[in-house]
C-alpha cells in the first residue's frame, strides 16, 4: 500500500470516529425536546453527552486537519465547494457549544428554552448538513479545472436530501441507544421505546439511500469489479439488525457497539465505492476528478505525519477510552452539572 492510499484509508477511517463519537451526542440533543418531560429529565439529557461531546469533536477538527496537511487539493476544493454550507455547520456547531456551556448558568425559564432551541437546532442541522455535503460527494459534483461550477441551491438536490435524512436517522437512533444506556427511569423507558420506533424509519432510508445510490452514483463500480468488497456493506447490514436484536433484549452498550459498527461500515462502503477519487467531478470525469493521489502532499509530508499520528494517537484513543469508562455509568441527580 503506498503512502497515499495509507493516507486515503486514514482519512476515511477519522470521519467514521468522528460520525460514531459526535453521533450519540447529535441525536441525543435532536430528540432533547420529544423525550425529555420536565427540567430533571433535560438536565440528564445534556449531562448524558456533556463531559464528552467537545472531545468527540476532537476527531472534526482531525479529520479536517488530515484533509488540509495530506490533501491539500481535495481541502481547497471542498471547503470552497461547500463554503456556505460548512459556514451553516460551523454556526450550528456553535450555538450547539454555547448551549452546553450556559444552560445551567440560565437565570430564567426563558434562557434555559434557548438554550434547549439552540441544543436542538444545533445538533439537527449539524447532523443533516454533513448528510447532505457528503452525500453530493458520493454523486458527484460539478468541478472543472479545480472549481466548482454550482452554488449552494444546487446542493439541495434529492439525492443529497435523502443523505440528509439517512444521517439523522442514523445518529437519532444511535443517540436514543446512549440515553438507555445512560438514563434510567421514565427517560430510560422513552429512550428504549424511540430507539424500537427509529429502528425501521432508519431501515427503510438505508434502502432507500442504497437503491438510490445505484442510480445515482459510481459507487457500486468498484463493488462489482471486486465483489468481495461486498462483505463491507453486508457488515453494516448485520450490525445493524444485531442493534435491533440487542436493544429488544435489553443489551444496550451492545447495541450501542453495533449501531457504531453500522455508522462505520456505512462510512467505508462509501469511501471505498470512492476510491481513487476524493471529490468526483460530473464534468469529464476523467478530467476533473480530484483523485487521492492527485491531491496528497509531497512523500516527505506524509511519512513526518505518519510518525506523528503512530506515535500520539494511542495517547489520544487511552484518553478518550478513559474518559467514556468515566462517564459510562447511568446519569443521576446527584452528578447533574449541565
Not at 438536565?43 to 468527540?56: E, H, Q, S
Not at 439523522?168 to 429512550?191: P, S, V
Request: proline share 4%; hydrophobic share 55%; aromatic share 16%.
Amino acid at each position: 500500500m503506498t503512502l497515499e492510499a495509507l493516507w486515503f484509508f486514514i482519512w476515511g477511517l477519522l470521519w467514521a470516529v468522528y460520525f460514531i463519537t459526535d453521533g450519540f451526542d447529535l441525536g441525543a440533543g435532536t430528540l432533547l425536546p420529544f423525550l425529555a418531560k420536565d427540567e430533571s429529565q433535560k438536565r440528564m439529557i445534556y449531562n448524558a453527552g456533556g463531559p464528552l461531546w467537545d472531545g468527540n469533536e476532537v476527531w472534526l477538527v482531525t479529520a479536517g486537519g488530515v484533509t488540509f496537511a495530506a490533501f491539500p487539493k481535495a481541502y481547497a476544493v471542498m471547503f470552497s465547494s461547500f463554503y456556505t454550507a460548512f459556514f451553516l455547520l460551523l454556526i450550528a456547531l456553535i450555538i450547539r457549544g454555547i448551549s452546553f456551556e450556559f444552560r445551567s448558568k440560565a437565570d430564567s425559564a426563558g434562557h434555559k428554552k434557548f438554550c434547549d432551541t439552540c441544543h436542538f437546532v444545533g445538533s439537527a442541522l449539524v447532523a443533516i448538513l454533513l448528510g447532505v455535503a457528503f452525500a453530493n460527494i458520493f454523486r458527484g459534483l460539478p468541478i472543472e479545472n479545480g472549481v466548482n461550477q454550482a452554488g449552494l441551491f444546487a446542493l439541495l438536490n434529492p439525492y443529497g436530501l435523502c443523505g440528509g435524512v439517512l444521517f439523522l436517522a442514523l445518529f437519532l437512533t444511535h443517540g436514543a441507544i446512549w440515553l438507555a444506556i445512560r438514563t434510567e427511569g421514565d427517560l430510560h423507558d422513552r429512550a428504549v421505546k424511540t430507539a424500537k420506533i427509529l429502528w425501521p424509519v432508519l431501515l427503510v432510508a438505508a434502502v432507500a439511500f442504497l437503491v438510490y445510490t445505484w442510480f445515482e452514483t459510481a459507487l457500486f463500480k468498484n463493488y462489482t469489479a471486486h465483489p468481495a468488497l461486498f462483505i463491507v456493506p453486508a457488515i453494516a447490514v448485520a450490525a445493524l439488525l444485531a442493534s435491533r436484536l440487542f436493544v429488544g433484549r435489553q443489551h444496550y452498550w451492545k447495541a450501542w457497539f453495533a449501531s457504531a459498527i453500522t455508522i462505520a461500515a456505512t462510512t467505508f462502503f462509501a469511501i471505498i465505492g470512492l476510491f481513487p477519487a476524493m471529490l468526483p467531478s460530473t464534468i469529464d470525469p476523467q478530467k476533473n476528478s480530484i483523485t487521492y493521489i492527485a491531491a496528497a502532499s509531497t512523500p516527505l509530508t506524509l511519512k513526518v505525519m505518519l510518525i506523528v499520528v503512530v506515535c500520539l494517537l494511542p495517547f489520544v484513543i487511552g484518553y478518550q477510552l478513559w474518559a467514556y469508562s468515566l462517564f459510562s455509568k447511568k446519569v443521576e441527580s446527584g452528578d447533574l452539572i449541565y
